[in-house]
């Protein structure tokens, strides 16, 4: 197992500049996950550590060791693709053990029992004499696992691996990789476009955009404290609402007022000084509560999902807004209310069967603690 770190990796091809001068340290063991939109430079930044792509710029580390010169090969590395790239015309144990002796110091003997052991984790022991085209999707990218396992490297660099399978496959090899991690704890460099994959897989995610690091974190804090506009607005489905609104000295503190609603934040340092500045105001669609419009303050249908996040008092609330509800989508498992108010227009998350329907007056409540506030030129977040 090792390490990895990056620093200042840059890789331009022309005049793209795909990687911009990336810091980054993966720990031993870690399954790091980078996500990002397509063209961020996610797969560049892995092929980089792999020596798939020389850096126009900067060092790669890979344990004790500089790699950024070695060839592939040399790394103590290995990969696994979105297309499996698996050899048509070799069986599934022969795709899975090629090159190894060769470029290894494995015997025969090692090379067996090594096939045997990770046949065994993945389950495809019994697939071992077929070739890919007899295989199922699924069952190729586990024989493309299993050639990864079977190297023993120190890293696995994986881009995208699951994104050729179907959606209720992706879920089970989803869950496979956390075992096989759980498993044999090796370092892990994963790569997608999927921030589910993201942020059930990574025990840390990097979010990427445009070649840079947008912000490095623990699921849970980049959900919770995104450290800019970029990745509150990634990270979340339905996506973090955002309302353009200044920020103000109110008598009892700070603030927030939108052209058709003023809310309160209390206890909110960062925000002192800031009289009279605008800001954009995020909320996510789980942090607001609805009420009919004439309920009692207070006493709304829909109870708010109140997570402790250490950031206050989870009891606490601001508002109330008067907003009217657009449409509405049924997800099953929630509503989903467009409600507008004034000229913007943003997603509750409320509770199924309530009978909300478009055109209902309602009354919002935000969970005080669970507001965000970004610059609204640089897009980091000030509160
Ligand atoms: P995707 O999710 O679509 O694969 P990505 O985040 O992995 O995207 P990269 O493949 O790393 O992005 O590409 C980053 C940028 O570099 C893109 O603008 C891409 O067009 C460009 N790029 C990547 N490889 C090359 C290449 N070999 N030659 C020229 N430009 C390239």
Redesign the pocket.
Known sequence: MASIELADLTKR??D?T??DGIDLEVRDGEFLVVV??????????L?CIAGLESPTDGRIRIGDEDVTAQEPHERDIAMVFQNYALYPHMTAERNMTFGMQSATDFSSEEIDQRVAEAAETLDIADLLDRTPSALSGGEQQRVALGRAIVRDPAVFLMD?PLSNLDAKLRVQMRTELSRLHEELGTTTVY?T?DQTEAMTLGDRVVV?ND?RIQQVDTPQRLYDYPSNRFVAEFIGDPAMNMLEVTVEDGPSGPIVRHEAFTIEVPDAPELEGLDGDRAVLGFRPEDASLADRDAAAGGGADAPDRRQTGRGDPERTTGPIEATVQVTEPLGDTLLCYCRAGEDEFKVQTAPRTGRAAGDGVTLTLDADRLHLFDPETGEAIY
Do not use: I, L, N, W
């Open positions: 091809f022309d793209v795909a990687v990002g939109p397509s063209g961020c430079g996610k797969s560049t930044t092929r995208e790569v476009h990427m070649g």
